[in-house]
């Protein structure tokens, strides 16, 4: 069964601490994605990657980075956690822009 | 930009009725993809169908149906004779080079 996993269903951390989410997929997609997602807005482009080494800027990049060393991973980091960042973070990869997107669980980041 | 609009935030019907999801998108692109994903209660986004922007057929699939309009720039999706299972977020989206989200409507299906 094809799948996106993300490291934590739940994650609580403080303000300023540095924080990792890590994303994986095992579809051999290209692009991966990384959304927030808060009620009545919908889901919010963080970060986008389409290939290894790649990311482009989406509509709401300040505060957050992304890596992506290996074709599977893609992890965004928050450099210091603020109480405007809680929110449920997804994960997405597809196989080209064009194509549908497959989700991971979601993390839910709580900055306290 | 490309943007997406969900007016209805939430939908609230009994079980047998249908419903109708509006779906309105803005592009000025010639070449799109559109999407319906639903989010059921445990959270996670599912794909449930894609259209590009050259098929304007409506497409139906068991109690789902989709039309499309590019005269109206609308998406709308339909669901037959609802089941509480129904119960769930669904969004539309958009693709041109990257995808963009609507706001999402939650639908509730009472039995």
């Known amino acids: 069964d094809v799948k996106v996993t993300q490291s934590s269903r739940y994650l609580v951390k403080r303000t300023g601490e540095k924080v990792f989410l890590e994303c994986v997929q095992d579809?051999?997609?290209?692009?991966m994605f990384w959304y927030r997602q808060d009620p009545g807005l919908g889901l919010r482009l963080i970060y986008f990657?389409?290939?290894?080494?790649?990311?482009e800027k989406g509509d709401i990049p300040e505060g957050y980075s992304v890596s992506r060393e290996k074709k599977e991973r893609f992890s965004l980091i928050l450099e210091s956690a603020s109480t405007n960042q809680t929110s449920m973070y997804l994960c997405?990869?597809?196989?080209?822009?064009?194509?549908?997107?497959?989700f991971g669980p979601g993390t839910r980041l709580t900055v306290l | 930009a490309q943007k997406v609009t969900q007016a209805q935030t939430e939908i609230s019907v009994v079980e047998k009725e249908d419903v109708t999801l509006d779906c309105v998108y803005e592009?000025?692109?010639?070449?799109?993809?559109l999407f319906w994903y639903k989010q059921p209660p445990s959270g996670e986004l599912v794909f449930l169908i894609r259209?590009?922007?050259?098929?304007?057929q409506n497409e139906i699939s068991g109690r789902y149906s989709w039309n499309f309009q590019k005269s109206t720039s609308s998406f709308n999706f339909t669901i037959t004779a609802s089941q509480v299972v129904d119960s769930a977020v669904y969004f539309c989206?958009?693709?041109?080079?990257?995808?963009?989200f609507g706001a999402g409507t939650r639908l509730t299906v009472k039995p």
């Open positions: 997405a990869s597809s196989l080209s822009p064009f194509r549908e997107q497959v």
């Open positions: 579809m051999d997609h290209e692009n």
């Open positions: 990657s389409y290939d290894v080494k790649m990311k």
């Open positions: 592009t000025r692109d010639t070449t799109y993809y």
């Open positions: 259209r590009n922007s050259f098929d304007e």
């Open positions: 989206a958009l693709s041109e080079d990257d995808m963009r």
